[in-house]
């Protein structure tokens, strides 16, 4: 299957300074990329879709400022978490979609593990 | 409200159990449910199911879905250690946004 990307795999911070997260689809285009929030023993919460080029679209409830989003180009979307804070503690995985379109298969990064101290 | 839901929440089984994960979905405007294996990173994908009442098929795993009851099931016999995960399944809805169950916890003992 496609090879999608993260780094860094984990990260420590300390409260109050800003982590960004980079996801890139190796062998694809991915036209559409997604960022998903996973908390321990939970599932997979979709925190935003971002389409190359364009500005991403935030799901209710996530905080557009807090959680930047840029997709420049078509393998390569960056999330940055900014002021961190212990509760943005979680387990953060992009997933890419090809240029096939809505229904084509999504694929997940590895994600990156985010502690803030 | 759209909603996925998974059963049962965890299972112990021993190897050689064959063992059936069951996914039911409330979805508006469904296009296709997908079953994904995730270990300690992210899932991996095992199949997307659109039409109903076609089995897919991948060596051991066996998923299908019928959109009259709107539900799916994932099978696995022969059950091995290295199935030990948690399966998650997604409904895919409108344009291309995946909503996830919150997944079925698989032990398989030796």
């Known amino acids: 299957g496609a090879v999608v990307s993260q780094h860094p795999s984990r990260v420590i911070c300390k409260s109050g300074t800003s982590v960004k997260i980079e996801c890139r689809s190796l062998?694809?285009?991915?036209?559409?990329m997604f960022w998903y929030r996973q908390f321990p023993k939970q599932s997979l919460m979709l925190m935003a879709t971002?389409?190359?080029?364009?500005?991403?679209?935030?799901e209710q409830g996530v905080e557009k400022d807090k959680f930047l989003i840029n997709h420049a180009s078509l393998t390569l979307s960056t999330l940055t978490v900014t002021s961190a804070h212990p509760e943005d503690s979680s387990f953060y995985i992009c997933?890419?979609?090809?240029?096939?379109?809505?229904?084509?298969?999504?694929?997940f990064g590895p994600g990156t593990r985010l502690l803030v101290l | 409200e759209d909603k996925v839901v998974q059963s049962p929440l965890s299972l112990v089984v021993h190897e050689g159990d064959t063992v059936t994960l069951n996914c039911s979905y409330e979805?508006?405007?469904?296009?296709?449910l997908l079953w994904y294996k995730q270990e300690k990173k992210a899932p991996t994908f095992l199949f997307m199911l659109?039409?109903?009442?076609i089995e897919k098929k991948s060596g051991r795993l066996s998923s299908i879905l019928d959109k009259k009851e709107l539900f799916s099931i994932l099978n696995i016999t022969a059950t091995q250690t290295g199935d030990s995960a948690v399966y998650l399944c997604?409904?895919?809805?409108?344009?291309?946004?995946?909503?996830f169950g919150t997944g079925t916890r698989l032990q398989v003992f030796p």
């Open positions: 659109t039409s109903s009442g």
């Open positions: 062998d694809f285009q991915a036209t559409t």
């Open positions: 971002s389409n190359e080029g364009s500005k991403a679209t935030y």
């Open positions: 979805v508006t405007n469904f296009r296709s």
């Open positions: 997604a409904g895919f809805y409108n344009t291309d946004k995946l909503i």
């Open positions: 997933s890419a979609r090809g240029a096939g379109g809505p229904g084509e298969t999504q694929y």
